[in-house]
């Protein structure tokens, strides 16, 4: 679904699609679907494209910097 997400943001460019992305998942996923994504993720074929990717990985640092304080 982040692949979908980030596919119709495309158009945009790569910098905007990622920053559309990560805002369209923080959202509209629920913290479970959000948290499948990050272990994911972490996989070396987790399959998201490169966009899908990025956009998750900034929201997985983002989610890690405010669960720090």
């Not at 490169?50 to 669960?67: H, I, N, T, V, Y």
Request: charged share 20%; no cysteine; aromatic share 8%.
């Amino acid at each position: 679904m982040a692949n979908d997400i980030a596919r119709n943001f495309a158009a945009l460019g790569e910098e905007q699609a990622i920053r559309q992305t990560a805002e369209h998942i923080a959202l509209f996923w629920d913290p479970r679907m959000k948290a499948a994504g990050f272990a994911l993720l972490a996989r070396a074929d987790s399959g998201f494209s490169p966009e899908a990717g990025a956009a998750l990985a900034q929201l997985a640092g983002e989610a890690r910097d405010s669960a720090q304080g």
